[in-house]
């Protein structure tokens, strides 16, 4: 099974290019800086994931995507190879979009993270708990 769930920001707005062909489809191509769970000593704190979307998917991204958006990603990985100018092996392993979401609310958008998490939003129906539940207070 080939399977890759992402969610993370645009680091940049998504290039677009088209096919060439009867038919031109287009293609988008965009990196996403997806937080890693733990951060060691010294170490970035984010994986830089490059994605490609092809026909419609490449269309939404190129009218709905834009920097620092939070999206998430569903696709495949696809490794491919190929020989640079100097006759040297290159590697590149990309995620093929398959499935694009918005990942947070359009008046979040232009907001940073920090700020997003300071605020209290009880119209969204969730409110941060101070309290500690014990396994005993839960009803199953």
């Given at each position: ?100 979401y918005f990942a947070e609310k359009k ?19 969730f409110y941060p708990i101070d309290e ?9």
């Amino acid at each position: 099974m080939n399977k890759a769930i992402l969610m993370g920001r645009l680091v940049r707005d998504p290039e677009i290019r088209y096919s060439q062909g009867a038919e031109p489809k287009a293609v988008a191509r965009y990196t996403l800086a997806v937080n890693r769970r733990f951060k060691q000593e010294n170490q970035l704190d984010a994986d830089f994931i490059n994605c490609v979307a092809f026909g419609k998917a490449g269309e939404f991204a190129e009218k709905y995507l834009h920097k620092g958006m939070m999206i998430s990603v569903v696709g495949r990985l696809q490794v491919r190879s190929w020989d640079d100018n100097e006759g040297k092996k290159r590697w590149s392993t990309d995620v093929v979009v398959e499935e694009q979401y918005f990942a947070e609310k359009k008046s979040d958008a232009g907001k940073s993270v920090s700020g997003n998490q300071q605020q209290n939003n009880s119209e969204d129906g969730f409110y941060p708990i101070d309290e500690t539940i014990e396994d005993s207070d839960l009803p199953f």
